[in-house]
Nanobody
């Protein structure tokens, strides 16, 4: 079992910045991918950014150049630095962990990000 706890969401004006953090605990194995997904009302949950334990990253086209994912493997933490936020970035953001050997996936409880003036 893996537990994921997100923090850092909130209300921000368009053009502003936020940093999300996710702490993972439990049965963390070395070969994994962690990342961030988001879901807004009426839409499916979608990938925002992911990063393997080896450092390979993937971003949704809509956030490239504005968001940066990073990890601290020693602390089992993953972060999402969000800059130049837009109203369309408003969503619940979920931390995700996937064991690449077993393909087991875990989700955090989600943190709300609202971009509004």
């Amino acid at each position: 079992q893996v537990q994921l706890v997100e923090s850092g969401g909130g209300l921000v004006q368009p053009g502003g910045s936020l940093r999300l953090s996710c702490a993972a605990s439990g049965s963390i194995f070395s070969i994994n991918v962690m990342g961030w997904y988001r879901q807004s009302p009426g839409k499916q949950r979608a990938m925002v950014a992911t990063m393997t334990n080896g450092g390979t990253t993937k971003y949704a086209d809509s956030v490239k150049g504005r968001f940066t994912i990073s990890r601290d493997n020693a602390k089992n933490m993953v972060y999402l630095e969000m800059n130049s936020l837009k109203p369309e970035d408003t969503a619940v953001y979920y931390c995700n962990y996937q064991d690449l050997i077993t393909t087991t996936t875990y989700w955090g409880q989600g943190t709300q990000v609202t971009v509004s003036s």
